[in-house]
């Protein structure tokens, strides 16, 4: 749950995919329960999850690069 708390839903966009009522949050969280099963920790399963959808998916940029600019803004 925590993971999913995480991840924005490309649906919804202003909601996690653990808020999200959507059909694709759903999924995405059922991917998150299966990678986590699988022996994934959360890092692995944050990068798996951009690679497919690009930073965006994260609810919160990770605070590097210009990033970090933003974040100190």
Do not use: T
């Not at 991840?7 to 986590?36: F, H, T, W």
């Not at 690069?65 to 933003?70: C, S, W």
């Amino acid at each position: 749950h925590e993971v999913a708390l995480e991840i924005r839903c490309p649906v919804c966009q202003g909601s996690s995919v653990a808020d999200s009522p959507s059909e694709m949050a759903r999924n995405m969280k059922s991917s998150v329960r299966d990678l986590l099963a699988q022996g994934y920790d959360q890092d692995q399963v944050m990068r798996i999850f951009e690679r497919a959808y690009g930073e965006f998916i994260r609810l919160e940029p990770v605070a590097d690069g210009f990033n970090l600019i933003v974040w100190l803004g």
